[in-house]
């Protein structure tokens, strides 16, 4: 982490540093996960080559944490699919994509006990 800091503060228009140093304090200190979100975004509009797959990949793991929120789930899938798209190699966005492409196609168990289907048309059509 430490070192991530200095390259960062060295040159804080570098995306790729950015990219790992704000992945490295999420990993660190989850409470932060607000601040990382922000670095990595303002990686992403870097447009650095090589670090742009790696920011979508760890964006889009950050907003998998937010588990209680559907609407951050769909956004982790987005940036997983961009990760993919930028390098088809990465197992990690791979790996995401298809994760959240299962956990959102399941339906939701409510408070109550009953089952949510996902998505509009599940709920539309809701028997």
Same mark, same amino acid.
């Given at each position: ?9 060295a040159e804080p ?39 742009? @797959? ?33 390098? @088809? ?39």
């Amino acid at each position: 982490l430490e070192l991530f800091r200095e390259a960062h503060e060295a040159e804080p228009a570098d995306g790729l540093y950015m990219t790992f140093y704000a992945y490295c304090v999420f990993l660190v200190d989850h409470e932060k996960k607000k601040d990382c979100e922000e670095m990595l975004r303002k990686a992403i509009e870097t447009r650095h080559r090589q670090a742009l @797959p790696d920011a979508h990949v760890f964006l889009g793991t950050i907003l998998m944490s937010y588990t209680d929120s559907e609407r951050q789930q769909r956004r982790a899938l987005k940036h997983f699919e961009e990760a993919y798209r930028l390098n @088809p190699a990465s197992r990690d966005a791979e790996r995401g994509v298809n994760l959240l492409r299962k956990r959102l196609a399941q339906p939701r168990e409510e408070p109550d006990g009953s089952k949510r289907e996902g998505g509009l048309f599940g709920r539309l059509f809701k028997k």
